[in-house]
């Protein structure tokens, strides 16, 4: 199977938002929003993947209904659902950004993490190699502020840091490049809203 993925164009900076979304919520669409505006990001795509290999999947609802969940917490026309991980076989980032990489030619793609993941960044199969192929930008998480800055990999780049007052140059600057934005937080998580649900 060919994985459809959203629309794309040489030279388009999109960011890419990865994760179970398991339940979608509020807060996402906040990092999505602040992604938009401070890197001025063409469009952003929500990845919802098949399952966090750093987590149990064994009661992962569907990606088609994790995808019809985030189009009801987040309406704006540049952000894109995607569950072409499945379609690919990707268990991984680095497999996903290989992929997008070889079949998207000429796009400026920029990875979007929350704080709370770059703790455990390091983790992450082939962590340097994501970090030298596509940019990072963090998004500041309740909790996870000062922690965040002093993590295994932000130590590894903490060279290949830009000033937060240079967000907007991220999608142009060659990796490793890696830029930690503050904004407003939600306190909120998909492990709080699972548990609440129970």
């Not at 999505?32 to 064994?58: C, E, H, M, Q, Y």
């Not at 072409?84 to 997008?100: K, M, P």
């Not at 704080?115 to 309740?142: G, K, S």
């Amino acid at each position: 199977m060919i994985p459809r993925l959203p629309p794309h164009a040489p030279d388009m900076r999109i960011g890419l938002f990865g994760g179970s979304f398991n339940p979608p919520h509020d807060g996402h669409a906040l990092v999505s929003r602040i992604a938009l505006t401070r890197l001025k990001l063409d469009r952003l795509w929500w990845i919802v993947s098949p399952g966090n290999p750093l987590k149990d999947a064994g009661e992962l609802p569907s990606i088609d209904a994790r995808i019809a969940a985030a189009k009801k917490i987040l309406r704006d026309p540049r952000v894109a659902f995607t569950g072409f991980e499945a379609d690919i076989n990707a268990r991984f980032t680095c497999d996903t950004l290989d992929y997008l990489h070889a079949h998207c030619p000429g796009v400026r793609f920029v990875w979007i993490m929350g704080a709370d993941n770059l703790l455990q960044f390091h983790r992450w199969r082939r962590w340097r190699e994501i970090a030298r192929t596509t940019p990072i930008a963090v998004i500041d998480r309740p909790g996870a502020t000062l922690k965040a800055m002093s993590a295994k990999a932000a130590v590894y780049f903490g060279n290949a840091r830009l000033p937060e007052s240079d967000a907007a140059l991220l999608a142009a600057t060659p990796p490793p490049a890696m830029v930690y934005l503050h904004g407003p937080r939600l306190e909120r998580s998909s492990t709080e809203l699972r548990a609440g649900a129970r």
